[in-house]
């Protein structure tokens, strides 16, 4: 009779997909709200997305007991800046320390998946995307999770940015007005829904410009 071993696991994946888009003077971040384990939905109702600093917004999936922790450091790290600086932090800036958060974690990771998203110092928008252990470039556009598999290649298909190999450089966010831009990530949402078990019952979208943040929400499918 073989011997029957106990696998007990740390981490988990609950699921779940973020995509961000950045404009020329605008950021959306838009994340569905399931949250699951294995073939059971856990809840319907969970936010993936927190707002770092006026200016930044991360969406994660992954272990959500590690987002909620990486979520806490990041917190306690801005409150630090803040006091020190008398300012908040710069969604570029945060971008390091979110890098600097997760390498530091290197050997035992935060299993979560990140896109940060917001508007740099000269109010354009950026988009930063991430993996597990703090490797991150901005880019125009991206996506994480269970879904991202379905949704990069739809993306790169409507928003293709250019090489980051062509001299001059060019800029990194996609030509769309904020409005296409939110019509474009419903339509993700709406397509990766029907093939992904682990997405779907509600997405919300976060918006940030100029004149601040705002949400917006679209029911996705239930099954």
């Given at each position: 009779?073989?011997?029957?071993?106990a696998?007990?696991?740390p981490?988990?994946?609950n699921?779940?997909t973020?995509?961000?888009?950045a404009?020329?003077?605008?950021?959306v971040?838009?994340?569905?709200?399931?949250?699951?384990t294995g073939?059971?939905i856990?809840?319907?109702?969970y936010?993936k997305?927190s707002?770092?600093a006026?200016?930044?917004?991360m969406a994660s999936s992954?272990?959500?007991a590690?987002?909620?922790?990486?979520?806490?450091v990041?917190a306690?790290r801005?409150l630090?800046?803040?006091?020190?600086h008398?300012?908040?932090?710069?969604c570029?800036?945060?971008?390091?320390?979110?890098?600097?958060t997760?390498?530091y974690?290197?050997?035992f990771p935060?299993?979560?998946f990140?896109?940060?998203?917001g508007?740099?110092?000269e109010?354009?928008?950026?988009v930063?995307t991430?993996?597990?252990?703090?490797?991150y470039?901005?880019?125009?556009y991206?996506?994480?999770?269970?879904?991202a598999?379905?949704i990069?290649?739809?993306?790169?298909n409507?928003?293709?940015?250019p090489?980051?190999?062509l001299?001059?450089?060019k800029?990194a966010?996609?030509?769309?007005s904020?409005?296409?831009a939110i019509?474009?990530v419903k339509?993700?949402?709406?397509?990766?829904?029907e093939?992904?078990?682990y997405?779907?019952?509600k997405l919300?979208?976060?918006?940030?410009n100029?004149s601040?943040l705002?949400r917006?929400?679209?029911?996705?499918?239930?099954?």
């Open positions: 009779m073989t011997k029957q071993q696998n007990w696991s981490y988990d994946n699921g779940g973020c995509v961000a888009i404009g020329a003077d605008y950021c971040i838009a994340a569905d709200t399931r949250m699951s073939y059971s856990l809840t319907r109702d936010s997305i707002q770092l006026d200016k930044s917004v992954g272990f959500q590690d987002v909620r922790a990486l979520q806490k990041l306690a801005h630090i800046y803040q006091h020190q008398n300012k908040q932090m710069s570029p800036a945060m971008a390091q320390l979110l890098s600097n997760l390498y974690k290197r050997f935060y299993y979560a990140n896109v940060l998203g508007l740099d110092n109010g354009k928008g950026c930063f991430y993996d597990a252990v703090g490797s470039e901005r880019v125009g991206s996506s994480q999770g269970s879904g598999t379905l990069t290649p739809f993306l790169d409507q928003l293709k940015s090489s980051p190999l001299l001059p450089a800029d966010v996609t030509p769309l904020e409005s296409e019509d474009l339509t993700c949402f709406a397509s990766a829904t093939r992904d078990i997405t779907g019952d919300e979208i976060v918006i940030l100029a601040g705002r917006e929400y679209m029911e996705l499918r239930k099954d």
